[in-house]
C-alpha cells in the first residue's frame, strides 16, 4: 500500500487545517491507521490512531480535545482535523497502517508502509 499526506501548510496560531492521508495500492478498511509527527530536532512522535471501522481512536495527550482522526473507507481515506493549533504543532506529519492493530500498541514500530508527510507550519 502506499500512502500520501497532503493537506499541511502554513497557519497562524489558533487556526485549523485539516490533513489527509489517501492509501493506493491496498484497500485501508481492513486496517488500523495512526498520524505521528516529526518536528525539526526532535524523535517522530504520535499524535492519533483510528481502527478499522473508525469506531475506537486514541489520542496523544497534547493533541486531545484539539485534533479528530476520522477515515472513509469508501474513500480510502483517513483524516485529521487539526483545531486551536499551536507554534508546537508545527512539524512535518505523516500517516501509516496500524500494523499491530491493538490500541496497547502504538509505537513507531507498531505502525508500517509509512507516507510521505506533510509540512504543518503554526506561525504564532
Known amino acids: 500500500v502506499q500512502l500520501q499526506a497532503s493537506g499541511g501548510g502554513l497557519v497562524q496560531a489558533g487556526g485549523s487545517l485539516r490533513l489527509s492521508c489517501a492509501a493506493s495500492?491496498?484497500?485501508?478498511?481492513?486496517?488500523?491507521m495512526g498520524w505521528f509527527r516529526q518536528a525539526p530536532g526532535k524523535e517522530r512522535e504520535f499524535v492519533a490512531v483510528i481502527n478499522w471501522s473508525g469506531g475506537s481512536t486514541y489520542y496523544a495527550q497534547i493533541v486531545k480535545g484539539r485534533f479528530t482522526i476520522s477515515r472513509d473507507n469508501a474513500k480510502n481515506t483517513v483524516y485529521l482535523q487539526m483545531n486551536s493549533l499551536k507554534p508546537e504543532d508545527t512539524a512535518v506529519y505523516s500517516c501509516?497502517?496500524?500494523?499491530?492493530?491493538?490500541?496497547?500498541?502504538?509505537?513507531?514500530?507498531?505502525?508500517?508502509?509509512w507516507g510521505q508527510g506533510t509540512q504543518v507550519t503554526v506561525s504564532s
Open positions: 495500492g491496498r484497500t485501508l478498511s481492513s486496517y488500523g
Open positions: 501509516a497502517v496500524h500494523v499491530r492493530g491493538s490500541m496497547d500498541y502504538i509505537g513507531e514500530a507498531d505502525f508500517g508502509s
